[in-house]
C-alpha cells in the first residue's frame, strides 16, 4: 500500500508564494510518478504538474496555466515531492491533491492515477 500526505497549504495574497510538499511512504517501489491536481470551485479536478520519480532526469509536466509560476521537484532522500507556487492568483484557489501511479499519464485524467493524498487547502485573496 502506498500513503501520500499533502502539506503547506494556506491563505496567502495575490502574488504571494506557497510550497507544497506531497510525502510518500508504504511501497513507495511503485510510485514511478507523482502529479498535482486541483479542484476548486467548479468540482473538477484539474491537473497541475507532475514529475517522474525513478529517474535522475528531468522529466516533468505543467498546464499551461501554471508553467511560468509554478515548479514541480523532488527529494528523493525524503521520498517527497514540492510544488512550488509562485505569483499566485485567485484563481488558483482549490484543495490541491498529490496522487501517484507506476508511470506518468498525462495531466487529463485524474482516475487513472492509483494513488492520493485528502488534499490541502489553498486560498489566494485579491
Known amino acids: 500500500q502506498v500513503q501520500l500526505v499533502e502539506s503547506g497549504g494556506g491563505s496567502v495574497e495575490a502574488g504571494g508564494s506557497l510550497r507544497l510538499s506531497c510525502a510518500a511512504s508504504?511501497?513507495?517501489?511503485?510510485?514511478?510518478?507523482v502529479a498535482w491536481f486541483r479542484q476548486g470551485s467548479g468540482n473538477v479536478r484539474e491537473g497541475v504538474a507532475s514529475?517522474?520519480?525513478?529517474?535522475?532526469?528531468?522529466?516533468?509536466d505543467y498546464t499551461d496555466s501554471v508553467r511560468r509560476r509554478f515548479t514541480i521537484s523532488q527529494d528523493s532522500t525524503k521520498n517527497t515531492v514540492y510544488l512550488q507556487m509562485n505569483a499566485l492568483e485567485p484563481e488558483d484557489t482549490a484543495i490541491y491533491y498529490c496522487?501517484?501511479?507506476?508511470?506518468?499519464?498525462?495531466?487529463?485524467?485524474?482516475?487513472?492515477?492509483?494513488?492520493w493524498g485528502q488534499g490541502t487547502q489553498v486560498t489566494v485573496s485579491s
Open positions: 496522487a501517484g501511479d507506476r508511470f506518468c499519464k498525462g495531466l487529463g485524467d485524474p482516475q487513472i492515477y492509483s494513488y
Open positions: 508504504g511501497d513507495t517501489y511503485y510510485v514511478g510518478c
Open positions: 514529475i517522474r520519480t525513478k529517474t535522475q532526469d528531468t522529466d516533468t
